[in-house]
């Protein structure tokens, strides 16, 4: 079992760098504050106003030129994030709890030929990851990672990574292909399927949705805002700065459209969502900022406990000039096989790693 959980927690923390792609701090990548906001002017626009604002995004514009020879992309971004939750009451409630920090850098480019776009690097570092989790006897137990991984443009990963489960401790230092580690985790996670780099094709070859001039229409986005109580506010005098804000009643329609009949209550629900371009109308970063405590009343019915949490978020993603991806300085340590190390087998071998 203690296999299975480090082989699990150094799966999703592997994963963790390709569903990241960019996840970094102080003034953090696009001009997002250390708090996780977009300072601006922001005010509620008309119809007209914000019409007038979408008419200039462009949906094959939106990452700068990508018909030019010397275009490349680089995202960097950051995800901070602690929860605490308990379930029961009384004598038998028992708490869960967990901080995390994470970074990463994402970057694209051209090729030499200048006929396609080439992945140039993906990176991510732990800063922070640590779970407590309460056992059956009344004692907690630490689940903690730290290092990092690295994807060079050939999709070979590095990892340099330090997994602990209370007292036992595993550090895993080496590369696989990222084909290899995604088929591993897709093992793992019943129906879970590999095909995170697979492109979605419309069977032509070409990958499917099409480009337009123009991404959204102000009707469509108002429209759909006012469905969930969403708050729109705009700042249009450097570049375009968009804060949407969500409410109680947002959370309660989402739960409402999944058939989710739960009674949820909030003291605290602030969740905010930032979206900036800049003058020349390319995304410049995008952030979300939410802060939220509540509780769940017991369903006896859904063999729902009662549970009381609280949580913070702090995720953003930004561009920036130049690449941010953090390459290890002695890639040729990495000699060994990351799946070689988790389970004892070359990849192919097929032995059972176990299952959930």
């Given at each position: ?138 004692k907690n137990t630490e689940y903690s990672a730290s290092g990092g991984a690295y994807i060079d443009t050939a999709g070979m990963a590095y990892a340099d990574l330090t997994l602990k489960s209370g ?190």
């Amino acid at each position: 079992m203690k296999k299975f959980l480090f082989v699990a927690m150094a799966s999703v923390m592997t994963l963790s760098v390709g569903l990241l792609s960019a996840c970094v701090g102080p003034m953090e990548p696009g001009g997002v504050n250390p708090d996780g906001t977009i300072s601006g002017n922001y005010k509620e626009p008309t119809k007209e106003e914000l019409a007038a604002a979408l008419s200039h995004i462009e949906g094959d514009k939106v990452v700068g030129d990508t018909e030019s020879a010397d275009w490349s992309f680089h995202l960097g971004a950051g995800l901070e994030a602690g929860f605490s939750f308990t379930m029961g009451e009384g004598e038998s409630a028992k708490t869960y709890s967990g901080e995390t920090d994470l970074s990463a850098a994402f970057s694209l480019k051209k090729n030499e030929d200048n006929t396609a776009i080439d992945l140039a690097g993906i990176s991510a570092n732990i800063n922070k990851a640590k779970f407590t989790v309460p056992g059956a006897d009344g004692k907690n137990t630490e689940y903690s990672a730290s290092g990092g991984a690295y994807i060079d443009t050939a999709g070979m990963a590095y990892a340099d990574l330090t997994l602990k489960s209370g007292e036992d401790e595993l550090t895993i230092k080496g590369k696989d292909s990222m084909n290899d580690l995604m088929s591993l985790i897709g093992g793992l996670i019943p129906g879970s399927g590999y095909s995170l780099f697979a492109e979605q094709t419309d069977g032509t070859g070409e990958i499917s949705g099409e480009s337009s001039a123009q991404l959204i229409s102000a009707d469509y986005v108002l429209e759909a805002l006012a469905q969930y109580s969403v708050k729109l506010e705009m700042d249009d005098s450097d570049g375009l700065k968009f804060r949407l804000t969500a409410s109680e009643e947002t959370v309660a329609t989402l739960l409402e459209e999944q058939g989710v009949a739960v009674e949820l209550a909030f003291t605290k629900c602030d969740v905010a969502v930032y979206l900036s371009l800049d003058e020349s109308y390319v995304f410049r970063a995008v952030s979300l900022v939410a802060d939220v405590e509540g509780s769940l009343a017991a369903n006896t019915a859904m063999m729902i406990p009662a549970v009381s949490f609280e949580a913070n978020v702090k995720l953003s993603l930004g561009a920036e000039g130049e690449s941010l991806v953090k390459v290890p300085s002695d890639l040729e340590s990495y000699t060994k096989g990351i799946i070689e190390q988790l389970t004892g087998n070359q990849p192919g071998q097929n032995e059972d790693v176990g299952t959930l």
